[in-house]
């Protein structure tokens, strides 16, 4: 196993969050989500819904994140990072967005979806995101 383990043997599976890599978007997790998704319910994970609220402000939250977490496939989201796929664009006579920036974007994406702790998937630049977000957060990130 290569990455980052912050786990401990007696907790909990808890969800993952997966990040596309740069010019990508979230639809690149479509093969790989029924195979993770299919290891947390062999490992027992438990999907109370992420977050906490009504459905329909489960559902605000969501599409406000650009977030493609599907019922079939419990306890994994991906997300369009800012300027990829669904989400919102910058300005083209803007700054590049930073690796930092993406990395706060994702706490607003776990506290939206109430994540204590969650393990990030990421894929070359998402990869680059999830260890800035770990340097930043790791009390939030069980593994990468």
């Known amino acids: 196993t290569t990455g980052y383990d912050n786990a ?3 907790e ?3 969800p993952i969050l997966c990040l596309h890599g740069w010019l990508d978007n979230a639809a690149s997790f479509h093969l790989l989500a029924p195979y993770l998704s299919s290891q947390l319910r ?3 994970f438990n999907d109370t819904g992420g977050s906490k609220g009504s ?9 406000r994140i650009h977030g493609q977490g599907t019922p079939s496939h ?9 300027g990829h ?4 664009h910058k300005s083209s006579d803007g700054p590049p967005q930073l690796l930092s ?9 776990a506290s939206a979806l109430s994540w204590n702790k969650f393990d990030i998937v990421g894929h070359s630049m998402g990869a ?7 340097a930043a957060f790791p009390e939030h990130v069980r593994r990468m």
């Open 8 to 10: 401990t043997k007696e």
């Open 12 to 14: 909990d599976p808890c």
């Open 42 to 44: 062999a490992a027992g």
């Open 55 to 63: 459905e329909e402000d489960n559902k605000t939250q969501k599409e």
């Open 74 to 82: 419990p306890g994994i989201f991906v997300i369009d990072l800012p």
């Open 85 to 88: 796929g669904l989400s919102s």
């Open 101 to 109: 920036e993406y990395a706060y974007y994702i706490a607003e994406v």
């Open 128 to 134: 680059g995101v999830a260890v800035v977000y770990a």
